[in-house]
Structure formats: C-alpha cells, structure tokens
C-alpha cells in the first residue's frame, strides 16, 4: 500500500477510515470497507456493537400507521410518501408472556402488563388505574419501581432489573394507527377500564398520561411523559399524578 501524509483539518478523517478498515478485519467484512464522510464524522455501511454495553439485534419499529393521508391542497403531482405509504420499520410485533409481561419483538424490551384489580380498593401492583408523582413527599413512582422489583421476592416474573422507561422507548410501543388510547391490541385487549380482570385475563393501558424517566434539560423540575390518547410527547412538572408503565431489557451499558 502506497504510504500517504495527510496534512490539515482531514487527518482525524484518515484516521477514521483507517480504524474503520480496522474494524472491519476484526468483524471478518475484509480489507475495506466503505465508509462516506460527512462532515466530521464518519458513516459505517454496518452498525457496531458498543463496547461494554448489553445492545443486540433489534429492529426500529414502524409507527403502525398503515393509511395515507394526502395533502387536500396540492397542487402538483409530486408523490406523497408520508408515513401511512412508506411503512417504514417493523410492523409491531408483541409477546404475551403468560407470566404478566409483554415482549416487543422488534426492540427485544418486556414491558409490564396492566391489568384491572378485582379486590378494589386494595389495589394490586399492576392496576391500570395507579398513577403516581415523579418526585414528590407521597409515594412516587421510584417508591412503586421498588416493589415491582421485590414482589414476591424475586421481582415482577422473577426479575428485579425492572426500571421506568425513558421517553424514547415508551414512545416505541405507541400505535400512530389508532387512539384511545394509542397502542396495540397486545396492550389493549379489554377495554373495558371498569371491569375487573387478572393479566391471564385481559392487558389494558389507561387512556392518559404516562411518566418516563427522562428530565427536561431546560427545566429539571420537569419530566418527559407519553400521553397514550394521541400518542403525543410532553414535559410535566414531576410534582404531578400520572400513570407508569415498568420495563426491562434493551441496550444497555455495563457498569
């Protein structure tokens, strides 16, 4: 290989290509591989692992949106690929576990399953209807985490990693397809809020307000929510009630 001197603002991007090269001897993709540049940074054609975390093979998921909705007032004939037309991502796929969770199979996340309580007024857990402040003198939703992750024991479905999701990932598990609430069947087959049944029985979520664990940066008395009527994003003061949803799994970094 002929040697070459870069010289200026580009030998970082050298640099990169060369340990892009590199990397790609140690995944067994051969001697080259291409990389674009872009501005300051570099595009791999292949993701890679990050080092030390817990990521594996997911897929992004599609918004479930499966309808076109075409501008009225166009007057062109430009094509209209919005996102009921192109579909991009996995279509939703979910597990129930039997066991009072739900996989999602295209992120590999196993979400807790609501259900509605049959010995009102002493709620069980994984009542739909509870609903908690970020941070707050009364109960939060750190203080019901930590019974999720005790009960019994050993923890919701034997396990006690389970944490409040942050907003990109409850926003994963939105369904842009339908609406009150806005997400899939898998978490919506009896939407009767007021009858009573177990998780062999029924999966709900409460058309309303659901916390993440996200801060707003600009606020940080502030926190990230998902509203399931729309499917929406939005920031609340953390001193305020809304619903919770638990979640465990996904990309991870090791400590």
Aim: charged fraction near 15%; hydrophobic fraction near 40%.
């Amino acid at each position: 290989m002929n040697s070459m001197t870069v010289l200026g603002p580009r030998t970082n991007t050298c640099r990169a290509l060369v340990l892009a090269s590199s990397l790609a001897l140690l995944l067994g993709l051969g001697p080259w591989v291409n990389a674009v540049e872009a501005g300051s940074f570099l595009e791999l054609p292949f993701p890679l692992p990050l080092p030390g975390s817990s990521c594996g093979s997911s897929t992004f998921p599609a918004t479930g949106q499966t309808t076109s909705f075409p501008p009225t007032l166009k007057t062109t004939d430009a094509p209209v690929r919005d996102d009921g037309a192109v579909q991009a991502g996995g279509a939703l796929r979910y597990q129930n576990n039997g066991d009072g969770t739900i996989t999602d199979l295209n992120t590999g996340l196993i979400w807790e399953q609501k259900m509605r309580d049959a010995a009102w007024p002493i709620v069980n857990l994984h009542d739909v209807t509870l609903t908690f402040a970020w941070d707050s003198a009364a109960p939060t939703i750190w203080d019901w985490l930590e019974q999720v992750n005790t009960e019994g024991g050993t923890g919701l479905a034997g396990h006690n990693d389970w944490r409040i999701p942050n907003v990109k990932e409850l926003q994963s598990i939105v369904d842009y397809g339908t609406f009150s609430p806005a997400v899939d069947v898998a978490f919506n087959n009896n939407p009767r809020m007021l009858a009573t049944c177990s998780v062999a029985e029924c999966s709900l979520t409460g058309v309303g307000n659901y916390w993440t664990s996200t801060t707003l940066e600009l606020d940080t008395s502030r926190g990230w929510g998902v509203g399931f009527n729309a499917g929406g994003a939005f920031n609340d003061a953390k001193s305020d009630i809304l619903f919770v949803r638990a979640v465990r799994g996904g990309c991870l970094p090791r400590k």
